[in-house]
């Protein structure tokens, strides 16, 4: 497997640090503001309150739901329902496309386990090392809706 239960709780970790960074910061700016309402100083506690406001936006934007669209990623891969596909593999993308929040390559195999091979498309973490396959080998697949969990070729070590 591509993913451990460490790797969760390395995410969960790093998205505890940044949402406590977050209220630390939300809690100094709203004394701001509660201050200067209560010293009736209108331009103080307008700006504060722009600054708040643009600083959560961000703030979540940026550093927070990437991490937490990561963890989600992760949390499906490591306890979410997987399923196994034998199947050809046809090519990998350079390319990143971003599903769901996360950053991936496009996979596609050939599975011919029905009545007639069909082509299937997956998505393989960015941040992973893809194996190096050659079109045509035989491959097993492990995966959650669309995003691989673990690509093998048949064969080797497992």
């Given at each position: 497997m591509l993913y451990t239960e460490n790797d969760l709780n390395q995410l969960k970790g790093q998205i505890n640090s940044r949402r406590n960074l977050l209220i630390l910061i939300s809690a100094v700016l709203t004394a701001g503001i509660v201050a200067?309402?209560?010293?009736r100083q209108k331009p103080l506690t307008m700006a504060l309150t722009a600054v708040l406001g643009f600083l959560l936006i961000f703030f979540i934007e940026i550093a927070i739901r990437p991490?937490?669209?990561y963890a989600r990623y992760v949390g499906n891969m490591l306890h979410g329902r997987t399923h196994e596909l034998e199947a050809v593999f046809r090519s990998?993308?350079?390319?990143?496309d971003v599903v769901d929040g996360v950053r991936c390559h496009a996979v596609s195999v050939t599975d011919e386990t029905g009545t007639e091979p069909c082509e299937r498309l997956f998505?393989?973490?960015d941040l992973k090392e893809f194996p190096s396959l050659t079109a045509g080998a035989r491959v097993r697949l492990t995966y959650h809706d669309r995003e691989l969990a673990d690509i093998r070729a048949i064969g080797s070590a497992e």
């Open positions: 200067g309402f209560v010293l991490i937490s669209a990998f993308s350079r390319d990143t998505y393989f973490d």
